[in-house]
């Protein structure tokens, strides 16, 4: 109980020195699962699920930053806000780069949080324990990880892999630094795995230039956009959790998702 206390009081310590945007980035094309974010779930359209859910979290204002004039308008109904971006951009961190000048050209915001519109299953408190690492000022940017449980979860490709090192029997909200992102189950040798949660925290200034960078060797041999921020030198702290919210990325994804949402 005391540990808890302690992380709580870190995490309103951090809130306090910062002023947090929340962005989810979103648009309609997706070759597995068409029109996503429109993807009804017990009457809701997917992105008003993780909308309501980063509300939710109190973690600061939240605007979905999407390429359609359809998704605003499922958001707008809802009362929330939202910001069209050019359709054409290649990634959600481009998508709220652009949304964040646009709606903040004071700079008033210091950490934008990178929220994905396809979790609609996210839990709300991982916002605000992803701002936690940014007491520290060498920190550029911070996500989230989870110990991999399953055994068939360890090799497969598609859960991500964050190899950072964590003491043994580290707790969740305990932090380490990022040391490299693989679709291959590293680190090598008997222990734990952890399965990298795609939720970003931005300091402003890192994702300015995260967005000016070009893609490196190992992003593009991997696939992961992260890899960009190790590989110019950016420091990246991984918060370790004990929940993982399911990404919906096919129509099977889809019925999980409304089985863990049913009424």
């Known amino acids: 109980m005391g540990e808890e206390r302690s992380l709580a009081r870190m995490a309103d310590q951090t809130e306090s020195r910062h002023n947090p945007i929340v962005l989810i980035p979103a648009r309609l094309a997706s070759t597995r699962l068409p029109n996503k974010p429109l993807a009804d779930i017990h009457g809701a359209p997917m992105i008003v699920h993780v909308w309501r859910r980063a509300v939710a979290a109190g973690a600061g ?26 359709p054409a951009h290649q990634n959600g961190t481009l998508r709220i780069h652009e949304a964040l000048t646009r709606i903040d050209p004071k700079r008033r915001h ?18 605000k324990t992803v701002l936690r690492p940014f007491s520290d000022p060498a920190v550029d940017i911070a996500t989230l990880a989870a110990i991999i449980r399953r055994e068939e979860e360890r090799t497969a490709p598609q859960v991500v892999k964050a190899v950072a090192s964590f003491a043994e029997g580290a707790a969740p909200g305990s932090a380490a630094r990022a040391l490299y992102f693989s679709r291959a189950p590293v680190p090598s040798g008997p222990g734990p795995l952890y399965h990298h949660i795609g939720l970003y925290a931005y300091r402003r200034a890192a994702l300015e230039r995260y967005v000016s960078l070009p893609p490196g060797p190992l992003e593009q041999r991997e696939k992961l956009e992260q890899l960009r921020a190790l590989e110019a030198g950016m420091r990246i702290e991984v918060v370790l959790v004990d929940t993982v919210p399911l990404g919906v990325d096919t129509p099977a994804d889809l ?8 009424p």
């Open 110 to 127: 210091d950490i934008i949080l990178n929220v994905q519109g396809d979790l609609p299953t996210l839990d709300p408190a991982i916002l």
């Open 61 to 86: 204002p939240v605007v979905v930053a999407c390429a359609e004039p359809v998704i605003a308008a499922a958001i707008e109904g809802e009362g929330g806000k939202a910001m069209l971006t050019d």
């Open 255 to 262: 019925e999980r998702a409304r089985a863990m949402l049913a």
